[in-house]
């Protein structure tokens, strides 16, 4: 199987919240991170969160990393029609230069 | 704008054609990527180079050949390719090749193989 895992569609109302999740396999990922893809671009860096954190906040978004069952998760605030992109989840192991990404999650916020 | 630039945007080719798309970033780093993204799987490292010098080849298929003379451009030289090779072509950089080593992307290469 792939070693990031991520159900591939999320369909929310504008103004609700979003939580995209994701499991990854290697426990020795010291980095995970949220891109966002938009269409027609490349990824963007949206939020990383290390290893030794719990929990991450940036605005609207928040990261849980639950490291015991290597699970995490991204919950977008009050979602709108411009967060509607796919979302990648990945890891990366400390001096590995693989980024490893999930299959990406396609987030569509209707109004 | 993420400073990492790609050429074409667009490309369709023959499976006898040589082509090459290009990368350049502009943000003083030293490790850059060629990655594949295609329907079917999810984004796939082909190439990685640090400081000019390649460090990671996944099992490519030699139809592919990157080339890195510089640490600010990247190509990758297509040739002989097949129709299961159409898949968007990502380029990133990061500052190196470890820790990190947030990934800047650009918009991509859409190769379309006939």
């Known amino acids: 199987g792939e070693d990031v895992e991520q159900s591939l569609f999320l369909s929310v109302r504008e103004g609700d919240s979003s939580v995209i999740n994701c499991t990854y396999t290697?426990?020795?990922?010291?980095?995970l991170y949220w891109y966002k893809q938009e269409p027609g671009a490349g990824l963007q860096l949206l939020t990383y969160?290390?290893?030794?954190?719990d929990m991450k906040q940036d605005q609207r978004l928040t990261v849980l990393l639950n490291k015991k069952d290597k699970h995490l998760s991204l919950r977008i605030a009050d979602t709108q029609t411009g967060d509607s992109a796919i979302y990648f989840c990945?890891?990366?192991?400390?001096?590995?230069?693989?980024?490893?990404f999930g299959a990406g999650t396609r987030l569509t916020v209707k109004p | 704008e993420t400073g990492v630039t790609q050429t074409p945007r667009h490309l369709v080719m023959g499976m006898t054609n040589k082509k090459s798309l290009k990368c350049e970033q502009h943000?003083?780093?030293?490790?850059m990527y060629w990655y594949k993204q295609s329907a079917k799987k999810p984004l796939e490292l082909m190439f990685v180079?640090?400081?000019?010098?390649?460090?990671e080849n996944n099992s490519v298929p030699s139809r592919f050949s990157p080339e890195c003379p510089n640490s600010s451009h990247l190509f990758l030289h297509l040739h002989t390719l097949q129709p299961e090779d159409s898949a968007l072509y990502l380029c990133?950089?990061?500052?190196?090749?470890?820790?990190?080593?947030?990934?800047?992307f650009g918009e991509g290469s859409r190769l379309t193989v006939l």
């Open positions: 990133a950089s990061s500052q190196d090749g470890t820790g990190f080593g947030e990934l800047f």
């Open positions: 290697d426990s020795s990922s010291t980095y």
């Open positions: 969160i290390f290893s030794n954190m």
């Open positions: 990945a890891e990366r192991r400390y001096n590995n230069n693989d980024m490893r």
């Open positions: 943000l003083g780093h030293n490790a």
């Open positions: 180079y640090s400081l000019e010098e390649r460090v």
